[in-house]
Nanobody, 122 residues
Framework: QVQLVESGGGLVQTGGSLRLSCAAS????????MGWFRQAPGKEREFVAGISWSGVNTYYADFVKGRFTISRVNAKNTVYLQMNSLKPEDTAVYYCAATRRYASDYASYEYRGQGTQVTVSS
């Protein structure tokens, strides 16, 4: 089992920044590909970013490229999502999740956190 706990969400103005953290415990964290997803009210959950176990390979949805950065520190069992130039449409609950290999669909992730709310005011 891998337990995931997100933190760092909050209220920010348009153009502001937030850094989300996802702390993992349980099985060996660095065996897993990690992903961030988000779900806005009335919308489906969508892939935001992902990072390989080594941190070498990263993947982003088109709508966050150039604004968000995913990273991980395996020694701390933590993955981060740095979010810059935030827009009102980034408002959503953000979830981290773990899987054995790259995937962009949430259903493929074996372990999932409870989410953290991000609200961007206009």
């Amino acid at each position: 089992q891998v337990q995931l706990v997100e933190s760092g969400g909050g209220l920010v103005q348009t153009g502001g920044s937030l850094r989300l953290s996802c702390a993992a415990s349980g099985r060996t964290f660095n065996n897993y590909f990690m992903g961030w997803f988000r779900q806005a009210p009335g919308k489906e959950r969508e892939f935001v970013a992902g990072i390989s176990w080594s941190g070498v390979n990263t993947y982003y949805a088109d709508f966050v490229k150039g604004r968000f950065t995913i990273s991980r520190v395996n020694a701390k069992n933590t993955v981060y999502l740095q979010m810059n130039s935030l827009k009102p449409e980034d408002t959503a609950v953000y979830y981290c999740a773990a899987t054995r290999r790259y995937a962009s669909d949430y259903a493929s992730y074996e372990y999932r956190g409870q989410g953290t709310q991000v609200t961007v005011s206009s």
